[in-house]
């Protein structure tokens, strides 16, 4: 009896376990995406700013000119109208965002030798920033900040052409590490939400284990006395089955040579197989196919040892397909601590993986034309890199930017707007070949990465194609509106071997084209921009 009642406790004990272990990934991992996408929305304005060197800006009450630029002779400059302009740079106007809205995360630019003392780096930048210094792209941990847990993700700002502008008297070249980006996002939030989650289930176990524990107390009474009582005895048996029965995750119980003893409803829900035919098996079968690399030996391990184990595996139901499940396992020994049960909770993570997909195609993927978006490119483009070291072959990367956009998205609006990006997209999709990437870079710039050339005349090609696909009007409720489009082109390896690099040059090659005519290609050179 005391045997059973132990059984039942651990079954209890490692499905709540394995609800707050689920729980708590699924907070981090939400909390993960949404730093991400924040700092990449704030990540994106910071290298406009700095492209430009730092915008000028009406003065105000809110808005006075920074004591951190007084070396700058044109900080303050006057329009013919007689408005007076200060020039701001990335982290002042980062700071008047933040300050001014009501967000759900702080972010800050963060350096070792700041111009401007609110961008000193605390303890924890400071320690982030020697780990970035090493080589590192990003630092994320969750730590004590400002009124509790807030989980940290910082990336490195590197030195571009527009921050010496700002920064005088550093000795400093392009790529090197000026600071930090720090987005900031509280965890409470997450937590609070888990908790009641939590909170609730703990009850629902609670209660459960006490019903059980109960009728198991009454069945052992009751089997002390006559045959006359028998019938309640059943009635608390039964009572405990059902219990079991009607788990939320499925369960199964083993003897030591892993033979099925039984089965609960649950986990028949989800794999399609009775009680009965799991125990008509000779065993139950959790082959090393089923686990992931290396994991099916920890798991053998834990069988052998009396450990627990837990994990994720693809198992197959009764239709044939695999899905995943989250499996724990643990031991039942006797008091000579000899095995003599096995217990399986398992619970289908099909969703939450879907869920997770989702995120994370919406964290690489433009939302408008679901393109790949900047991160996306960048880690297609790095590996496109070494594909073509591996091949000996050349790639390409071809800037656009549409002519005449900007216009038609003001004047006709960007519901207008957003129709001609999608329509675009299309028309860029059938000139490109399959294996290509196409990505939406930012507002109307679209970078297209060409594999496995052998001369640049196959990027040339490419691109009078883009181009004669962009011409033909596009037409919306009977209007006509035209377009054109201007492109870059620079060649791995011979104009850079970096993919910041590449892209660097071909939107060099792809300004030129713009100031010579648009709706025309320039492929990059060091010295000049060719169009042939």
Not at 141 to 164: N, S, T
Not at 310 to 339: A, M, Q, R
Not at 369 to 387: K, V
Not at 433 to 462: H, N, P, Q, W
């Amino acid at each position: 009896m005391l045997l059973i009642a132990f059984v039942w406790t651990g079954i209890l004990l490692f499905s709540l376990w394995t609800y707050i272990q689920n729980e708590n990934e699924t907070v981090n991992k939400l909390a993960i995406n949404v730093i991400q996408s924040n700092y990449a929305e704030i990540d994106t304005f910071r290298h406009w700013i700095a492209h430009q060197g730092g915008v000028y800006v009406q003065t105000s009450d809110n808005i006075k000119p920074n004591p951190a630029l007084s070396h700058l002779a044109e900080r303050d400059i006057s329009t013919p109208s007689g408005k007076q302009l200060t020039l701001v740079n990335t982290p002042f106007i980062l700071r008047q965002l933040i300050n001014e809205q009501s967000t759900s995360f702080n972010a800050h630019m963060a350096s070792l030798d700041p111009i401007n003392l609110q961008n000193t780096a605390d303890e924890w930048e400071r320690d982030a920033l020697e780990i970035l210094s090493n080589g590192f792209d990003e630092h994320c941990d969750i730590v004590d900040y400002k009124d509790g847990l807030y989980m940290r993700l910082i990336k490195p700002a590197r030195f571009e052409a527009g921050c010496g502008r700002c920064h005088t008297n550093i000795n400093l070249k392009k790529g090197d590490l000026l600071g930090g980006l720090t987005v900031s996002v509280p965890m409470q939030p997450y937590y609070d939400k888990a908790a009641i989650s939590i909170q609730k289930l703990s009850i629902n176990h609670g209660i459960i284990w006490f019903l059980g524990l109960a009728g198991l107390g009454v069945l052992y009474r009751h089997e002390k006395k006559n045959d006359l009582k028998r019938k309640e005895t059943e009635d608390y048996l039964r009572q405990s089955n059902v219990t079991f029965s009607n788990l939320a995750e499925g369960v199964v119980i083993t003897n030591p040579g892993l033979e099925v003893i039984a089965v609960n409803n649950a986990f028949t829900e989800i794999t399609g197989f009775e009680q009965a035919e799991m125990i008509d098996q000779p065993k139950l079968v959790l082959s090393p196919e089923y686990f992931e690399q290396g994991q099916h030996d920890y798991f053998k391990n834990a069988l052998s040892n009396g450990n627990h184990w837990d994990g994720e595996i693809l198992y197959p139901v009764k239709t044939g397909n695999k899905i995943p499940l989250k499996l724990s396992i643990s031991t039942v020994k006797d008091d000579d601590k000899k095995t003599t049960n096995y217990i399986f909770v398992c619970s289908d993570i099909s969703e939450k993986k879907s869920l997770e997909k989702t995120l994370q195609h919406l964290a690489q993927h433009d939302h408008l034309t679901d393109l790949p978006n900047r991160i996306l490119l960048n880690d297609r483009l790095e590996h496109a890199m070494i594909r073509a070291d591996r091949k000996n072959k050349k790639l390409a990367a071809l800037f656009l930017d549409l002519d005449n956009f900007k216009i038609i998205n003001d004047e006709n609006g960007h519901d207008v707007g957003d129709y001609i990006l999608i329509q675009v997209t299309k028309r860029l999709k059938e000139s490109v070949r399959k294996g290509d990437t196409l990505s939406r870079y930012g507002g109307d710039e679209f970078i297209v990465v060409m594999e496995e050339i052998d001369t640049d005349d196959d990027a040339k090609k490419l691109a009078m194609k883009l181009i004669d696909s962009i011409n033909p009007d596009f037409i919306l409720d009977e209007k006509h509106y035209k377009l054109g489009v201007s492109i870059g082109i620079s060649i791995y390896p011979d104009h850079a071997n970096t993919a910041s690099g590449l892209i660097s040059n071909s939107d060099k090659a792809m300004y030129v084209a713009k100031t010579e005519g648009r709706n025309i290609y320039k492929l990059f050179s060091a010295n000049k921009i060719l169009d042939n």
